[in-house]
């Protein structure tokens, strides 16, 4: 089927990320610019919201700006603007859609609310301009969204089209990344840490529990983080020096192993085509090796610089709405919702 061509810019400010991209056809990047805050929020151990609204609001300008000049465009040239309506800060969200908001109204362009979770599932068809275009996912699909913030399966049917199937009851797996490398004395974020520390570590060393949830899609990492916990001060009260990168591989071998198992389990029950894997924690090597080794079908997984949040994938998404949706009333409010049928 052909689709129509369109121009979308994206503008994304869902946590500690400053974006904006230009993105045609759901697909081609033209553009995309960020402006992390990560060294700033570091000396903290996480996101500390009110200092991300403001750093959002000193480089949304530039960021916005210089998307459009990489791109060889003007704001009178795009077709519409998509920006992230949530999940997310609120205090960093509203930075976003007020931009994106102030531009609809200057030019008259249509206003794009989209959701963070089905952004990141769009980043599977993204690839530079100039570059030779890969394969495009094929539905129905299944997504294993995986996240600081979000552990969820979806079945996506059709563009727009999806059924949640489960999710964390707990702990994302970023989270429990990010609560892990804190016992640990690890830097933030724990995801990196986590896997630079698990390279020289045995996997095998402790025998973490996998939850596995049966009969159900559903995930839940809060007692894998405290059986690390329980192991941690059970080897302090024995005055033992942590062995750091065996805990690490451990940990990350048993949310490894329920990530891919339940996955697989699920495109299995629901004869999915494909698979996408997408979210900050989609970077991680263990879990791209092992979904890719282990998975029959086809397993989609965006490069590294489209895992973590980025406003191309916000553009992509916004484009099948764009060709899908009314825009006639180009309002709302920032609303984390989850746009299932």
């Not at 996998?210 to 080897?235: C, I, N, P, Q, Y």
Request: hydrophobic share 45%; net charge negative.
């Amino acid at each position: 089927m052909s689709l129509p061509t369109a121009r979308i810019l994206g503008i994304e400010t869902s946590c500690d990320e400053t974006a904006a991209a230009v993105v045609s056809d759901g697909r081609v990047i033209h553009s995309s610019t960020v402006a992390s805050q990560m060294a700033l929020h570091a000396q903290y151990g996480g996101v500390f919201p009110e200092l991300a609204s403001r750093e959002h609001i000193k480089a949304i300008y530039a960021i916005v700006d210089q998307a459009l000049i990489q791109a060889h465009l003007d704001i009178k040239d795009v077709d519409a603007i998509a920006v992230t309506q949530g999940p997310g800060l609120a205090g960093s969200l509203v930075v976003g859609v007020n931009m994106a908001k102030g531009l609809s109204l200057a030019t008259g362009k249509p206003l794009i609310g989209i959701n963070h979770l089905e952004g990141h599932i769009y980043s599977s068809w993204l690839y530079p301009a100039n570059t030779t275009p890969h394969e495009p996912p094929r539905f129905p699909l299944l997504a294993l969204l995986v996240s600081g913030g979000h552990s969820e399966l979806i079945l996506v049917k059709d563009y727009l089209q999806y059924e949640r199937l489960g999710g964390t009851l707990d702990d994302a797996a970023g989270e429990a990344f990010d609560k892990v490398a804190r016992l640990l004395d690890l830097p933030y974020p724990g995801g990196p840490a986590i896997q630079k520390a698990s390279q020289t570590g045995d996997p095998n060393a402790f025998p973490f529990p996998r939850a596995m949830l049966e009969g159900t899609w559903d995930f839940s990492f809060s007692g894998l983080k405290t059986a690390v916990l329980r192991t941690v001060e059970a080897l302090q009260a024995e005055g033992r020096p942590l062995p750091i990168e065996n805990l690490a591989a451990s940990f990350q071998a048993a949310v490894v192993d329920v990530l891919v198992e339940k996955t697989l389990q699920a495109a299995e029950a629901f004869e999915v085509k494909d698979i996408i894997v997408a979210g900050g924690v989609s970077a991680n090597k263990s879990l791209r090796e092992k979904m890719l080794n282990q998975s029959t079908r086809p397993v989609h997984i965006p490069p590294l610089s489209l895992c973590t949040d980025n406003a191309a994938m916000i553009a992509g998404a916004g484009y099948y709405h764009y060709i899908e949706d009314d825009f006639s009333s180009p309002d709302f409010d920032v609303l984390p919702t989850w746009p299932l049928t």
